[in-house]
């Protein structure tokens, strides 16, 4: 599976992004799919996980409200909508997608494939 991640940028606080994660040579919803993001001089640190189906998703704390996972599988992409973003937001994202065991969603070690990734910037 080859993941393309999309839709980073420069934001003010408190705006919004939705990144994009594409993937193509396999179906994507054999997976479940992931967001981690890494700042400058910090470890990559899981952010949202979706299952296969999308009946379930799971966020670190730090976003909980304010970040929404989703998929389309007609379009075998999934997407990080992010509303009321904060400066400690700023980090690459990366994509990824398991074929693990769910209860594994915020191991790095839990996924096959990972996306280039895209910065995400937001200024005070």
């Known amino acids: 599976v080859q993941l393309q991640a999309s839709g980073g940028g420069l934001v003010q606080a408190g705006g919004s992004l939705r990144l994009s994660c594409a993937a193509s040579?396999?179906?994507?919803?054999?997976?479940?799919g992931g967001w981690f993001r890494q700042a400058p001089g910090k470890e990559r640190e899981f952010v949202a996980a979706?299952?296969?189906?999308?009946?379930?998703?799971y966020y670190t704390d730090s976003v909980k409200g304010r970040f929404t996972i989703s998929r389309d599988s007609a379009k075998n992409t999934v997407y990080l909508q992010m509303n009321s973003l904060k400066p400690e937001d700023t980090a690459v994202y990366y994509c990824?997608?398991?074929?693990?065991?769910?209860?594994?969603?915020?191991?790095?070690?839990?996924?096959?494939?990972w996306g280039q990734g895209t910065q995400v910037t937001v200024s005070s």
């Open positions: 990824a997608a398991a074929s693990k065991d769910w209860g594994r969603k915020v191991q790095l070690s839990a996924y096959d494939y």
């Open positions: 040579g396999r179906t994507f919803s054999s997976y479940h």
């Open positions: 979706i299952s296969r189906s999308g009946s379930s998703t």
